[in-house]
């Protein structure tokens, strides 16, 4: 194999992959309770996160899904290909052992993020069962809270 080929299998080895995780419900913002979420659909995030990523050198991977298991299995993937997580598990936040179970699993940053303030609403959503497992946690800062974890993620990748 010559040195260019082999440099660039390096460059892509090592390039710095984040996955942002948004859990259930997560695929209707936009038209979900806009006087709490907001109007920004998911794909404007998403596509907003994967432009922030260019600029900062970091590759970005949206998964979202309305499914605990699934979840639960894009965590125990990254593992071996993810530098660093951002993760909103919506409703899952306040009931999910087995996505703060796969969480513990890892050894890269993760940050969790709540587009409301969980700790302002019903006594129900002030309990996030991850909160004590994650780097930290961003709550309550809107959509702006998605950009704040990666520019966060760059600097500690
Ligand atoms: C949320 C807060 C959760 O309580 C709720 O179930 C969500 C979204 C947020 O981003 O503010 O679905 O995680």
Same mark, same amino acid.
């Given at each position: 194999? !010559?040195?260019?080929?082999?440099?660039?299998? !390096?460059?892509?080895?090592?390039?710095?992959?984040?996955?942002? +995780?948004?859990?259930?419900?997560? !695929?209707?913002?936009?038209?979900?309770?806009?006087?709490?979420?907001?109007? +920004?659909?998911?794909?404007?995030?998403?596509?907003?996160?994967?432009?922030?990523?260019?600029?900062?050198?970091?590759?970005?991977?949206?998964?979202?899904?309305?499914?605990?298991?699934?979840?639960?299995?894009?965590?125990?993937?990254?593992?071996?290909?993810?530098?660093?997580?951002?993760?909103?598990?919506?409703?899952?936040?306040?009931?999910?052992?087995? +996505?703060?179970?796969?969480?513990?699993?890892?050894?890269?940053? %993760?940050?969790?993020?709540? %587009?409301?303030?969980?700790?302002?609403?019903?006594?129900?959503?002030?309990?996030?069962?991850?909160?004590?497992?994650?780097?930290?946690?961003?709550?309550?800062?809107? %959509?702006?809270?998605?950009?704040?974890?990666?520019?966060?993620?760059?600097?500690?990748?």
């Amino acid at each position: 194999m !010559n040195q260019g080929v082999s440099n660039q299998m !390096n460059q892509e080895k090592n390039k710095m992959k984040v996955l942002v +995780i948004h859990g259930p419900n997560l !695929n209707m913002l936009g038209k979900r309770e806009p006087e709490i979420y907001g109007k +920004i659909t998911l794909d404007e995030i998403n596509s907003d996160l994967k432009n922030l990523g260019k600029k900062l050198g970091i590759s970005v991977e949206a998964f979202q899904s309305n499914h605990e298991g699934a979840i639960v299995e894009k965590i125990q993937e990254a593992a071996a290909t993810q530098k660093g997580i951002i993760i909103n598990p919506a409703a899952y936040t306040h009931t999910s052992i087995a +996505i703060r179970d796969a969480l513990l699993a890892l050894d890269i940053p %993760i940050i969790e993020i709540h %587009i409301s303030n969980i700790y302002k609403r019903e006594p129900f959503r002030h309990k996030s069962l991850i909160s004590d497992v994650v780097t930290a946690q961003i709550t309550g800062l809107g %959509i702006k809270g998605y950009s704040m974890a990666l520019n966060a993620l760059a600097e500690m990748i």
